[in-house]
């Protein structure tokens, strides 16, 4: 098929990125062929992932508007007693720093990976799954305390009942995606460590799990600002 | 179907230290000050508009960055960039239609339950 050559006024309305768009999506072939295929599938499967949080967290805001018993102050609710004196949400904000952290480490490793650098490209992954791993641990011991302290998705002690619905589920998902993505780190690294990558000569894989990761610290963020801040 | 991936060009993208370390190492900084900052904005207890602008402001830019520097977005050619941006906008619709929702349900409640629920 050839292309139709853009006369003098096409170049005027039309910018060379605009063109871009114009010949990928128009050009009766796969609009993202110029991208690796894995990375296209994920950075979709990302897409739909968030119509899945959106929608929770949209619910979570319903709830919460149309609540007529006054929501529980999370600045309390998830405050932690540290030598005798209670700081609100710090729990939640160490587990933000290891999450933005492990983030940092992830982005490294995919550039190590590209360098063909096994060794760090391995360690810094691994890193990251630990430290995706404290996260899992310090939200066991957050879902533990709340528990204790009654908060039911039913119901619970400090005001309106639907903050243990929202609580649960929209932390509780996030976790399952934490915990996939821990999974998901170890496989690749271990294949990254033998060798498999250096193989077959492409490192692709390695990005499309940092994707995946980057998108769970991502949730956290709008997580972080609606539900604990809010 | 073949997909055209210049080989070169790829990697002189990734391999050619377009990027370095120190790139993410900076980005990594950003996020722990803005983080430092939200939760200094529950800390110090800042209330009303000023608290609701700020924690958008500071989500806002940390999603930025996770997206364009970490995610490589800032990278990717504009048609995968704007296949992920724009689809999202629509949830726009479904929050107003919901916040309209909650609105009713909480008049009701408040009309005819006597507040309960």
């Known amino acids: ?230 | 179907m073949k997909h055209d991936i210049p080989a070169a060009q790829s990697e002189t993208i990734h391999e050619g230290g377009q990027h370095p370390i120190s790139l993410y190492l900076k980005v990594w900084g950003y996020l722990f000050v803005l983080s430092a900052m939200s939760y200094m904005v529950d800390y110090m207890q800042v209330q009303g508009i000023i608290r609701w602008t700020l924690i958008i402001l500071f989500m806002l830019l940390k999603a930025g960055l996770i997206l364009s520097i970490f995610m490589h977005l800032a990278w990717e050619r504009l048609s995968l960039i704007y296949a992920i941006l724009v689809p999202p906008l629509l949830l726009l619709v479904l929050v107003r239609i919901m916040t309209i929702e909650a609105d009713y349900a909480w008049w009701t409640r408040a009309i005819f339950m006597g507040g309960g629920g």
């Not at chain 1, 010949?23 to 295929?37: I, L, N, P």
């Not at chain 1, 992932?49 to 309390?76: H, K, Q, V």
Request: net charge neutral; proline share 3%; glycine share 8%.
């Open chain 1, 1 to 230: 098929m050839s292309l139709t050559t853009p006369d003098k006024r096409d170049r005027e309305i039309i910018t060379p990125a605009l063109r871009d768009i114009v010949s990928d999506w128009s050009a009766d072939r796969e609009v993202f062929r110029h991208t690796h295929w894995g990375k296209a599938m994920m950075w979709i499967f990302l897409l739909s992932d968030t119509f899945i949080f959106s929608c929770f967290l949209t619910g979570y805001m319903t709830m919460r508007m149309s609540a007529s018993t006054p929501w529980p102050n999370t600045a309390e609710v998830f405050a932690l007693t540290i030598g005798g004196q209670s700081i609100p949400l710090v729990l939640i904000a160490i587990m933000t720093f290891v999450l933005i952290s492990s983030s940092g480490t992830m982005a490294m490793a995919v550039n190590f990976g590209y360098r063909r650098d096994r060794r760090k490209t391995a360690v810094l992954m691994l890193l990251t799954a630990i430290f995706g791993a404290a996260f899992l641990g310090m939200q066991a011991f957050e879902w533990t305390k709340l528990i204790h302290e009654g908060v039911r998705p039913w119901s619970n002690p400090m005001g309106a009942p639907q903050f243990g619905a929202s609580f649960f589920m929209i932390t509780g998902f996030h976790g399952l995606h934490v915990s996939c993505g821990v999974i998901l780190l170890l496989i690749i690294a271990s294949k990254v460590a033998r060798g498999h990558y250096d193989r077959t000569g492409d490192y692709s894989a390695v990005e499309i799990a940092g994707l995946y990761w980057h998108f769970v610290d991502l949730v956290w963020v709008f997580i972080f600002a609606f539900f604990y801040l809010w």
